[in-house]
T-cell receptor
Framework: NAGVTQTPKFQVLKTGQSMTLQCAQD?????MSWYRQDPGMGLRLIHY???????DQGEVPNGYNVSRSTTEDFPLRLLSAAPSQTSVYFC??????????????FGEGSWLTVV | ELKVEQNPLFLSMQEGKNYTIYCNYS?????LYWYRQDPGKSLESLFV?????AVKQEGRLMASLDTKARLSTLHITAAVHDLSATYFC????????????FGTGTRLTIIP
């Protein structure tokens, strides 16, 4: 049971490049989400999914794209990287309302620098 | 728009002392989460509070929730150095969809 796995852990991009942050979970969770964390701040929700084929925008969706073709995977795409997207990105997953303990599992994070 | 405010933002305290971190939020919420984050690491779940008056304790940490006051507290008893970390509260305003809004965090430093 690997939990929530994010790749890559570190990445440096040039302005204008595109890339995909990968997130996979092996717990059959329906709910998956992406957050970003900037220095000295809490996490902010980028995009969200309640199941395969269903996605929704969070607080800071601009410049990011997601899709959810399988239950296990929820990739986050940066379409044209900008320095403002330099941040630490966390993927999270959960069973949602079906889990009486309401536990949300976070990945280890992906450190992205855009130069 | 839901706002979640924590205070203090920074807290330096001596070992053995007690202190409380406060988390205020601006709209009705069913759930409140507390997380711990060590530098360069992911978030570790501490508590999930699901109802008014909920109180949970784990070791030297105790969390409570007052939904009427829209306030949660994280109380630290007899602090030890290992508790040094950043603590976040997060609110889920819509039952079960787990779109969390986080506070800005409280950076706690325990001085021996």
């Amino acid at each position: 049971n690997a939990g929530v796995t994010q790749t890559p852990k570190f990445q440096v991009l040039k302005t204008g490049q595109s890339m995909t942050l990968q997130c996979a979970q092996d717990m059959n969770h329906e709910y998956m989400s992406w957050y970003r964390q900037d220095p000295g701040m809490g996490l902010r929700l980028i995009h969200y999914s309640v199941g395969a084929g269903i996605t929704d925008q969070g607080e800071v969706p601009n410049g990011y794209n997601v899709s959810r073709s399988t239950t296990e995977d929820f990739p986050l795409r940066l379409l044209s990287a900008a320095p403002s997207q330099t941040s630490v990105y966390f993927c999270a997953s959960s069973y949602g309302y079906r889990d009486p303990r309401n536990t949300i599992y976070f990945g280890e994070g992906s450190w992205l620098t855009v130069v | 728009e839901l706002k979640v405010e924590q205070n203090p933002l920074f807290l330096s305290m001596q070992e053995g002392k007690n202190y409380t971190i406060y988390c205020n939020y601006s709209t009705t919420s069913d759930r409140l989460y507390w997380y711990r984050q060590d530098p360069g690491k992911s978030l570790e779940s501490l508590f999930v509070l699901l109802s008014n008056g909920a109180v949970k304790q784990e070791g030297r940490l105790m969390a409570s929730l007052d939904t009427k006051a829209r306030l949660s507290t994280l109380h630290i008893t007899a602090a030890v150095h290992d508790l040094s970390a950043t603590y976040f509260c997060a609110v889920d305003p819509n039952f079960g969809n787990e779109k969390l809004t986080f506070g800005t965090g409280t950076r706690l430093t325990i001085i021996p």
